[in-house]
């Protein structure tokens, strides 16, 4: 993919530099998209986040159990499902046709990582939600028999979610990469891993934010992994973009994509220096974290919406690779 | 997967890969825009025959072309390019700048860039402003700039309709089932399962199949389903007057294609080109084949679209790796904390 691009180096001559053409002088049918613009809203730019969160917080819920943290896990699983159901219903509202959601489960196909996505979903839901029920037992009623039987049930469905987590935290990249979008597509290569990291940095986030320091030292461990992970990828995606390196840079995708380095890096730093003395130190950070990973979801997103209004991104790289192919043809030929 | 390829590349038979054991030829259209007059009596007979409802009442400046693109509600576009060159020059044929610049900032105001064409109108300019269609004046060429800045003069007009690509964009991401391989080859959507996810949309790398507003599923080309299961040929290629509109087993509107293409290059119209011909580029070869006068970009085509399908062994390689690291890095949260650390 990065093969077919010359770096862009101002939004006009960019194109003139990269197809040997004058300033502007992009064929096009009077300007038009070549491409339809997704219909998607921005509820499915924030459900790449509520997702991604959603699995974060289950991997330090079963973490949590494992190891004996109580109060992380709860607050971890309750989250999980919190963010989870949010995931479901901006999902279901996104819709044409939100009363046939149900069509989704119809079929599983391999070629589409929505319906993956979708079979992904199931199998993590009802762990969270079985884990998380547990959590709302009252205290006084969790000896009781019935309680001590939806515990081991719910602990087994809990971990087992949480083995599917790793999928929720990234399928979401192929959801965006397998499609016609430049802004999705070319930067496929990098874009799982922006999302894994995002995933892992907010739900740490969350469990900074939600238990109290003493048990949250894997929150912030999984955060700090995380974060670094974003920021390491992202800065890498955006290195390796041809054209569409200007709708990563311009507009609202530019800001939101600059608010999330910013917010990442703050919470980061906060996470290794304050939120393992302070309680108001890891609040602070998880939200920075938070807050980040949901701007660079939102980023994304729009940079892709905006790569499909105008159609140099589109035609300019094809353009790009006949050309080379004639060129070479002519080189083997002649 | 030598013959059978199914994620992308050519492939002999898509109807028995997608499961049919018997099944008549696969059909497409030929469109021969050499010969279009830009009527759009295509575009009249798909509406009437299909039901498709009116993509808004609207001027947009392109020429005769008020449809603007395909989408949920025009299932053929015919699209009208007013070139000029300077006068006696050999090729270089350009679209006036003048005409472009009328329509981009009605575009570049629209809330999904102009992609909203073919399924509603734009949003209409400031009330009362004056919109400049770009419409011809009585003065002769050249009258008011003296001769040397007169110019040729031609107008292309092509019939666009969805592609029923070999691999098709569109029908790999369905989540539900609703857009299928018929017997015929060709793509189509159930209403009746559609639930307006939107997939397709931005799966479709030439932009032709869009969500209907108010009824929220995915709409575009059946290349006539219903007639076909009557031996009928689609209302598109029965309507068109000059057989621009071609329709037929694939086989044999390719060869045809290939006969036109070698009889107007020797005609001496080097710039002639078959669009969607080869079953060797992104999409495996179209079932809907077109002859061009200019390269596939002016038309408002992608010049080389991939299916996004092919990409797929990728992408998913790297979600896999990106998994694992997220699942490493989630155990090594735990696992330092299970060895008794300070922090
Ligand atoms: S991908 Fe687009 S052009 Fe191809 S069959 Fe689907 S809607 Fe038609
Ligand atoms: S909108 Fe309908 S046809 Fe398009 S991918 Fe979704 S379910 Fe399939």
Wanted: glycine share 12%.
């Amino acid at each position: 993919m990065n093969g077919d691009h010359s770096p862009a180096h101002g939004p006009r001559r960019a194109v003139a530099e990269v197809a040997g053409q004058p300033p502007g002088d992009v064929a096009s049918y009077y300007g038009r998209p070549v491409l339809k613009t997704p219909v998607w809203e921005w509820k499915v730019a924030a459900y790449l986040f509520t997702g991604g969160l959603a699995a974060g917080t289950a991997v330090i819920a079963a973490g949590a159990d494992l190891t004996g943290a109580a109060r992380l896990r709860r607050a971890c699983w309750l989250g999980s499902l919190g963010a989870l159901l949010a995931s479901l219903v901006l999902l279901v509202a996104d819709l044409g046709r939100p009363e046939r959601f149900h069509h989704m489960l119809r079929v599983a196909k391999p070629t589409s990582p929505m319906s993956v996505g979708t079979w992904i979903l199931s199998a993590f839901g009802p762990g969270v939600g079985a884990a998380a029920i547990w959590e709302m037992v009252p205290v006084r009623w969790r000896s009781s028999w019935p309680a001590r039987l939806l515990r081991a049930v719910s602990r087994g469905l809990g971990l087992a979610s949480a083995a599917t987590a790793p999928g929720v935290a990234t399928y979401t990249a192929a959801l965006l990469s397998h499609t016609a979008v430049p802004g999705w597509q070319e930067v496929r290569a990098e874009l799982p891993f922006v999302f894994a990291g995002s995933a892992a940095a907010s739900g740490g986030g969350f469990g900074m934010l939600a238990a109290p320091v003493l048990e949250a030292a894997p929150a912030r461990r999984f955060a700090a992994l995380g974060a670094t992970g974003e920021l390491v990828a992202s800065r890498l995606m955006e290195q390796r973009m041809g054209l569409i390196r200007e709708v990563y840079h311009q507009g609202a995708a530019g800001r939101r994509r600059r608010g999330a380095e910013l917010l990442t890096l703050a919470g980061l730093a906060g996470t290794v220096l304050v939120a393992g003395r302070s309680r108001a130190g890891a609040a602070a950070s998880g939200l920075a974290l938070l807050g980040g990973s949901a701007l660079q979801r939102f980023g994304v997103f729009e940079a892709g919406v905006a790569s499909t209004k105008d159609p140099r991104y589109t035609v300019v790289p094809q353009r790009e690779r006949l050309d080379a192919a004639a060129r070479d043809r002519s080189a083997v030929t002649g | 997967m030598t013959e059978r390829n199914l994620l992308f590349g050519p492939e002999d038979d898509v109807s028995r890969d997608s499961g049919y054991d018997e099944h008549p030829p696969r059909v497409g259209f030929f469109t021969d825009t050499s010969v279009c007059i830009g009527c759009k009596a295509c575009e009249v007979a798909c509406k009437e025959w299909n039901h498709v409802p009116e993509d808004g009442l609207d001027l947009l400046g392109m020429s005769m072309d008020n449809t603007g693109m395909l989408g949920a509600n025009s299932w053929r576009h015919v699209a009208f390019v007013e070139q000029r060159r300077p006068a006696g020059q050999e090729g270089g044929w350009s679209l006036p700048d003048e005409m472009t610049a009328q329509v981009e900032p009605r575009l570049r105001a629209a809330p999904r860039g102009g992609s909203e064409l073919g399924t509603t109108p734009l949003p209409s300019p400031g009330s009362g402003a004056v919109q400049d269609l770009g419409m011809p004046t009585f003065s002769r060429p050249g009258d008011g700039t003296g001769a040397e800045a007169r110019t040729d003069f031609r107008w292309l007009m092509e019939s666009d309709v969805c592609k029923h690509c070999t691999h098709a964009g569109c029908l790999d991401v369905c989540p539900t089932g609703a857009l299928f391989r018929t017997e015929f080859g060709t793509v189509v959507v159930q209403q009746d399962i559609c639930n307006g996810c939107g997939y397709c949309v931005s799966g479709c790398p030439y932009g032709v199949i869009d969500r209907r507003p108010g009824d929220g599923r995915a709409n575009k080309c059946t290349l006539c389903y219903d007639r076909l299961h009557d031996g009928l040929e689609p209302a598109c290629a029965k309507a068109c007057p000059t057989q621009s509109i071609q329709f037929g087993e694939l086989d044999e509107l390719r060869e045809r294609a290939d006969r036109r293409l070698a009889e107007l290059h020797g005609q001496g119209v080097a710039e002639a080109e078959l669009y969607g011909r080869d079953p060797d580029d992104g999409v495996g070869g179209h079932g809907a084949l077109f002859l061009l006068l200019d390269k596939p970009e002016v038309y408002g085509l992608p010049p080389d679209p991939v299916v996004p399908t092919r990409f797929a062994p990728e992408i998913w390689r790297r979600v896999g790796t990106a998994a694992a690291a997220f699942a490493v890095a989630g155990i090594g949260a735990f696992v330092s904390a299970a060895f008794g650390n300070r922090r």
